[in-house]
């Protein structure tokens, strides 16, 4: 019913930047929080950044002041400009949206998943 789409991942050096996207579509009424999530191999997932729809965000602490969270609710798309990038970056990047849907005359709200896109931070 809804999609989640990433794209943007891929290898780059230390110190390099990257910019993800993640764009929803579907039977969509609104969405609510959205928000980046990582997965390196042998780890728990976890949060990166979060985003209400009004804009607020939070960051984990091993990110602040290099990844950036945006969205741009008219496109139902959200982004996460990554700099200053480590090895320790290296993982599965994963967005995650708060959907309301509209199916018939039912409104249903559910989170939704991407397929993940891969980064990988290495010279």
């Known amino acids: 019913q809804v999609q989640l789409v990433e794209s943007g991942g891929g290898l780059v050096q230390p110190g390099g930047s990257l910019r993800l996207s993640c764009a929803a579509s579907g039977s969509i009424v609104s969405i609510n929080d959205m928000g980046w999530y990582r997965q390196a191999p042998g780890k728990e997932r976890e949060l990166v950044a979060g985003?209400?729809?009004?804009?607020?965000?939070n960051y984990a602490d091993s990110v602040k002041d290099r990844f950036t969270i945006s969205r741009d609710n008219a496109k139902n798309t959200m982004y996460l400009q990554m700099n200053s990038l480590k090895p320790e970056d290296t993982a599965v990047y994963y967005c995650?949206?708060?959907?309301?849907?509209?199916?018939?005359?039912?409104?249903?709200?559910?989170?939704?998943w991407g397929q993940g896109t891969q980064v990988t931070v290495a010279s």
């Open positions: 995650n949206a708060d959907v309301i849907t509209l199916s018939g005359i039912r409104f249903s709200r559910r989170d939704y």
């Open positions: 985003i209400t729809k009004g804009g607020s965000t």
